[in-house]
């Protein structure tokens, strides 16, 4: 087992930044399964946890299924609590980096919920789908002294819902996100600004997050992407718009691939 007396100081400093976010057990539960996460180097799930931390004939594994169905915690306000944490330790000042993707996390069987076929570059296949759940990801790019490359850390996620069943969540009147993940992923970004109101955001992402819906961005984000095979590219007063041409796409400056909405 891994009594708090057997951790390291400074997992415990930076989880008491979190303690808010959770009830007095969730709490606990969560310090445990942070550090079995960090203790495990096989399986990450649920009792691959518990046998991380050694938890296993400790801890009922229910607790830890209640924690992610029933316990009152907000992964929202998780997530914003971490990203101010990270910002004010790592990025303290000027603008703040933000990486938006997403990813497919494989799932099959008739009772996963929002599984369908979406887009998955690293599949083997000609055609590149693949069926599970899609997450749309947000994370903070910051650069470490002990490394020479950036890294992200994912902050904020949301799920990415095929058309058919976000119109039936509506219908059936449920808090529901839209299947698009552009719409996503500004949200998630309209959010963290909102979190950060006193810094300026600089998201990147690829050609699959450019659309209308950055029309709603803050003023206090900046968004860079490539431009998809349809659109083309019109400066005008320092503001940057798209295109779209029937017979192929114009840029200007000739040349240009990417673009930025202020």
């Known amino acids: 087992m891994l009594p708090d007396s057997t951790v390291p100081p400074s997992p415990v400093v930076l989880l008491s930044h979190l303690r808010p976010c959770f009830t007095a057990p969730s709490f606990t539960t969560f310090t445990a399964l942070v550090y079995s996460l960090l203790a495990q180097t096989?399986?990450?799930t649920v009792c691959g946890?518990?046998?991380?931390?050694?938890?296993?004939?400790?801890?009922?594994h229910h607790r830890v299924h209640r924690f992610f169905s029933h316990a009152a915690w907000s992964p929202d306000q998780l997530g914003l609590a971490l990203a101010r944490l990270v910002v004010t330790l790592l990025?303290?000042?000027?603008?703040v980096t933000v990486a938006v993707d997403d990813t497919l996390f494989h799932r099959s069987g008739k009772k996963v919920w929002a599984a369908g076929w979406f887009h998955d570059g690293s599949a083997p296949s000609r055609d590149k789908v693949g069926y599970g759940n899609t997450w749309v990801l947000l994370g903070i790019v910051e650069r470490l002294p002990m490394l020479d490359r950036?890294?992200?850390?994912?902050?904020?996620?949301?799920?990415?819902?095929?058309a058919r069943l976000a119109r039936l969540a509506r219908l059936a009147r449920t808090n529901t996100v839209s299947a698009?993940?552009?719409r996503l992923a500004r949200q998630m970004v309209t959010t963290l600004a909102t979190a950060l109101p006193d810094r300026s955001l600089h998201v990147v992402a690829d050609a699959a997050y450019a659309g209308k819906?950055?029309?709603?961005?803050?003023?206090?984000?900046?968004w860079t992407t490539r431009l998809s095979g349809r659109c083309g590219?019109?400066?005008?007063?320092?503001?940057?718009?798209?295109?779209?041409?029937r017979n192929g796409p114009r840029t200007w400056p000739p040349g240009s691939d990417d673009y930025c909405y202020r």
Do not use: I, K
Not at 91 to 95: D, E, L, M, Y
Not at 151 to 161: I, K, Q, S, T, Y
Not at 213 to 222: D, F, H, N, S
């Open 42 to 44: 096989r399986e990450r």
């Open 150 to 162: 950036p890294v992200c850390l994912p902050v904020l996620a949301r799920l990415a819902r095929l």
């Open 91 to 95: 990025v303290p000042t000027g603008a």
């Open 49 to 60: 946890l518990l046998m991380g931390a050694g938890l296993s004939r400790v801890w009922p």
């Open 180 to 182: 698009s993940r552009l």
């Open 233 to 245: 590219t019109r400066w005008s007063a320092g503001r940057t718009t798209t295109a779209h041409r």
């Open 213 to 222: 819906e950055l029309r709603a961005l803050p003023a206090r984000v900046t």
